[in-house]
Nanobody
Framework: VQLQASGGGLVQAGGSLRLSCAAS????????MGWYRQAPGKQRELVAT???????TYPDSVKGRFTISRDNAKKMVYLQMNRPKPEDTAVYYCNADIQDVQFTWRNYWGQGTLVTVSS
């Protein structure tokens, strides 16, 4: 089982960018999925989460600008970043709680994708 994030790059402040994350492998069920980020010299922080039932949470720093969504059939999670700010510059990581075909639960991290927001 693995997570593969993509979609990072350079974006102007006020623009938009969409990150994608694909889960693959011998997966039975995916529960909570989320995005985290880590800026240089800072700790990793939560950006957004979505439960298996579709409920979402956001910190105040991105609420109203970022939207998390998932496609269960494709085993994908997305992060739509609207009106990004330079302070959103970071490496973004996807995360998921996954039950494999042997019914073992584990928490997985994607490899990270760099988002740079220019002013």
């Amino acid at each position: 089982v693995q997570l593969q994030a993509s979609g990072g790059g350079l974006v102007q402040a006020g623009g938009s960018l969409r990150l994608s994350c694909a889960a693959s492998g011998r997966i039975f069920y995916i529960n909570d999925m989320g995005w985290y980020r880590q800026a240089p010299g800072k700790q990793r922080e939560l950006v957004a989460t979505v439960t298996g039932g579709g409920s979402t949470t956001y910190p105040d720093s991105v609420k109203g600008r970022f939207t998390i969504s998932r496609d269960n059939a494709k085993k994908m999670v997305y992060l739509q970043m609207n009106r990004p700010k330079p302070e959103d510059t970071a490496v973004y990581y996807c995360n998921a709680d996954i039950q494999d075909v042997q019914f073992t639960w584990r928490n997985y991290w994607g490899q990270g994708t760099l988002v740079t927001v220019s002013s």
